[in-house]
């Protein structure tokens, strides 16, 4: 079946110290996204790559960025985690063309913890 | 701007009961709404989706909804709820990116 796929799970990483998330799909989807999603809120989203295209959002922290690599792949690296941003990372992928773009698939999470 | 108001924040109701999660829209142009599931440590699931055309949509595990032009209104229902149905639902209108509601946490009482 195609899907989007996450790892790890689960996360576990220390205050300050460097961590990726990796998120890779089989839909053949051009449009990729991450999210962050924390206890009982909606997701909230962080960038996009529309094909190669990087799209930041204008209050995702300098803390995060992104790499895709290619069409199947996309990585999140957080620099310096803080405790603050232990939540539930979500990837999601969907079609997009000129006339903007579909629904969007989700993968099942990355739960990051940061001790 | 789009934006999208879930009414409820929390809705119980009882096995086999009907349930309605309410849904309001504001946009100044077309738009694709969607309703998503999330289960407990889980990712979304698309529900079901409203592009055009009929605006009663069915979607996935029985679940429905109907998109209301003049009410701005996206309300998705369930005839009889199973415990299974226990879930946040997230109600989302389509721009790049998408805009969610806040959710609605289902919880089927047995």
């Known amino acids: 079946d195609a899907m989007v796929i996450q790892n790890p799970r689960y996360q576990v990483t220390q205050f300050g110290k460097p961590v990726t998330l990796s998120c890779s799909q089989t839909l053949n989807h051009n449009v990729m996204y991450w999210y962050q999603q924390k206890s009982s809120q909606a997701p909230k989203l962080l960038f996009h790559?529309?094909?190669?295209?990087?799209?930041n959002e204008a209050d995702t922290p300098d803390n995060f960025q992104s790499r895709r690599p290619n069409t199947s792949f996309c990585f999140l690296d957080i620099r310096s985690p803080g405790l603050g941003d232990a939540a539930m990372y979500l990837c999601?992928?969907?079609?997009?063309?000129?006339?903007?773009?579909?629904?969007?698939?989700f993968g099942p999470g990355t739960r990051l913890t940061v001790t | 701007a789009q934006s999208v108001t879930q009414l409820d924040s929390q809705v119980p109701v009882f096995e086999e009961a009907p349930v309605e999660l309410r849904c309001n829209y504001s946009?100044?142009?077309?738009?694709?709404l969607f309703w998503y599931v999330q289960y407990p440590n889980q990712g979304l699931q698309l529900l079901l989706k409203y592009l055009s055309g009929s605006t009663l949509v069915k979607g996935i595990n029985g679940f429905e909804a109907e998109f209301n032009k003049s009410q701005t209104s996206f309300h998705l229902r369930k005839p009889s709820v199973h415990i299974s149905d226990t879930a946040e639902y997230f109600c989302?209108?389509?721009?790049?990116?998408?805009?969610f509601g806040k959710g609605t946490r289902l919880s089927v009482i047995a």
């Open positions: 999601a992928t969907s079609r997009g063309s000129g006339r903007g773009t579909y629904e969007q698939y």
């Open positions: 946009s100044s142009v077309s738009v694709y």
């Open positions: 790559y529309y094909d190669k295209d990087f799209n």
């Open positions: 989302a209108v389509q721009t790049t990116p998408l805009v």
